[in-house]
C-alpha cells in the first residue's frame, strides 16, 4: 500500500507564504502524476496544481486564481512534491489535499492515493 502524508499547513496573515510538502511512502513502483487539491466546507474538492511525469519533461498544471502566486515542484527521488504558495489570500483558505497517481507494480496500472489533509487559514 501507499501512504501520503502532508505537513506545512497553519495560520499565516494574507500576503504571507507558506510552504505544503507532501511525501509518498509504501511500495512505489512508479509515480505518473502527483499535484494538490483544496476543499473548503461549501465547496468540492478543487485542483490547485500538478506534475505529471513525462518522457522528457513534466506537465505542470496551475487553477487559474493560484498562477504567479503557487509554484509545484517535485522530488521524485525522495517521493515528495512541494507546493511554494507565496501571496496568501483570504480566499486561500481551505483544507489541502495531496494526491498521488502512483503505481504498486512497474507493469501496472496507477492508483489514485490520497493524504489526509492540511488545514492553511488565511486571515485578513
Known amino acids: 500500500q501507499v501512504q501520503l502524508v502532508e505537513s506545512g499547513g497553519g495560520l499565516v496573515q494574507a500576503g504571507g507564504s507558506l510552504r505544503l510538502s507532501c511525501v509518498a511512502s509504501?511500495?512505489?513502483?512508479?509515480?505518473?502524476?502527483m499535484g494538490w487539491y483544496r476543499q473548503t466546507p461549501s465547496n468540492e474538492r478543487e485542483l490547485v496544481a500538478r506534475i505529471i511525469t513525462g518522457h522528457i519533461t513534466d506537465f505542470v498544471d496551475y487553477q487559474d486564481s493560484v498562477k504567479g502566486r503557487f509554484t509545484i515542484t517535485s522530488d521524485y527521488a525522495k517521493n515528495t512534491v512541494y507546493l511554494q504558495m507565496s501571496s496568501l489570500k483570504p480566499e486561500d483558505t481551505a483544507v489541502y489535499y495531496c494526491?498521488?497517481?502512483?503505481?504498486?507494480?512497474?507493469?501496472?496500472?496507477?492508483?489514485?492515493?490520497w493524504g489526509q489533509g492540511t488545514q492553511v487559514t488565511v486571515s485578513s
Open positions: 494526491n498521488g497517481q502512483i503505481k504498486t507494480v512497474a507493469s501496472g496500472p496507477n492508483f489514485s492515493y
Open positions: 509504501g511500495t512505489i513502483a512508479g509515480i505518473n502524476a
